[in-house]
């Protein structure tokens, strides 16, 4: 039985256009031309950074974060608030936790996102990032951090997040319940494949993730 949720964090809780759309105004192309090739790198499960390349060769990423920080430094740059939250997301979260669940967020994130993801007060019992851990996703490490801060056996986890290589595949080798959700380029792309029949649910929201559980609960 189920009895903890763990969360990614983009595309899963952050909905991370603001971000990207920064990324074009930065890099001087369109906002259509750079969500349209990062659509691309994912449909070709290329990482995301493949389409910074993409559109400036040779381009330095971590250069280009740096320059940007010292330009802007009390920017939001590539970090996101909590006007980049899901709307369903806090309600969702709250749903779930009055049907008893232990809530749990652990995603791939910089040092930065555990501050936001705090000040965001959202109702779960705690926060975790890759960079915090020192491991990431898809890493086996990462699920068996999920496992210890849980305190709870891998067949008492779901973990909930919108790609199959980084979230469902690996949680699933881990042993726990997965939920793909469908949003996001990934998501989108992602519950499209055969593959998306690994997880135990394909959901397009939190009102049908809170749903889903619901009746697995009643039944």
Do not use: C
Not at 183 to 209: I, K, M, N, T
């Amino acid at each position: 039985m189920v009895r903890a949720l763990v969360f990614d964090v983009g595309e899963t809780l952050i909905d991370e256009t603001r971000i990207w759309s920064r990324w074009a105004d930065r890099l001087g192309v369109t906002r259509f031309t750079m969500l349209g090739v990062l659509g691309g790198v994912a449909a070709l499960d290329r990482p995301h950074s493949d389409a910074f390349e993409l559109i400036r060769p040779g381009f330095d990423l971590e250069a280009e974060q740096e320059a940007w920080k010292r330009e802007d430094p009390d920017g939001l740059r590539v970090n996101f608030d909590a006007d980049d939250l899901y709307p369903d997301v806090r309600a969702g979260l709250a749903a779930l936790r009055d049907l008893g669940y232990e809530l749990i967020i652990a995603g791939n994130q910089p040092p930065q996102a555990y501050d936001a993801l705090t000040a965001m007060d959202l109702p779960v019992d705690a926060i975790h990032t890759s960079d915090g851990w020192g491991v990431s996703k898809p890493d086996p490490a990462f699920f068996a951090k999920v496992v210890a801060v849980s305190g709870r056996e891998p067949g008492e986890i779901l973990y909930v997040g919108d790609r199959l290589d980084n979230d469902i595949r690996p949680a699933r080798a881990a042993g726990m319940w997965t939920a793909l959700i469908r949003r996001g380029p990934w998501g989108h792309l992602h519950a499209a494949r055969p593959e998306a029949g690994e997880a135990d649910f394909v959901v397009d929201d939190f009102p049908a993730l809170v749903a889903a559980l619901t009746h697995k609960t009643a039944g």
